[in-house]
């Protein structure tokens, strides 16, 4: 299996970590744990200068830069905010920027697949019926999805209920060996990298 693979890098989220520092002051910030396969946690101090987001840590050597962000209006007059990846060339918009010899980019520019673009086509219906498992709250059997969860409307269920029995039948169609595979499929995902925020 790829090392390089997103969940096994920590990342900065637009969305989770910075664009609450875009409502503070000039100047202030927020500082961020990480996990690293590096070593140890390390911090990551991220700043609103008044036109970008300045980012400051120390692995092997200290790194500050700058990167810029881009706003965009929704429906409702809301608004969505993005870094714009600050690797030469690239500019391409993203809410995530992932870290890779010591640098913060754009999973592109990293060349990082997601855990499910990793994952042999052997896999893959598990690692659906697991998805699938997880949005519905519970482990379903011989091929029943698990029940409703409490709050969940009918219709998302049933379409969900729906999707579950046909990735099963997928299952069932590639052979037993699968759905023995299918108890062992979480010792094959990579380790989890959460941040400690």
Known sequence: MSSNITNRYPHLSMMKHVKPILSLNKGQGLTFKFPSHYGEDFHVQVFFTGTTILVGYQLSEKWAYHIRYQEQKTQYEGKRVWFICP???????????????????????????????????????????????????????????????????????????????????????????????????????????????
């Open 87 to 197: 690797i030469k060339g690239c500019k391409k918009r993203v809410d995530k920027l992932y870290l890779k010899e010591e640098l913060f980019a754009c999973r592109k520019c990293h060349k990082l697949l997601y855990p499910s673009q990793n994952r042999s086509k052997y896999f893959l219906p598990m690692y659906k019926l697991e998805r699938l498992e997880k949005k519905l709250k519970g482990k379903g059997r011989w091929g029943s999805p698990p029940p409703r969860p409490l709050g969940m409307h009918w219709e998302t269920y049933e379409r969900l209920a729906k999707e579950y029995a046909d990735v099963y039948c997928e299952i069932m169609e590639k052979g037993e060996a699968n759905i023995a595979a299918y108890g062992q499929s979480k010792m094959t995902k990579p380790p989890q990298h959460t941040d400690n925020i």
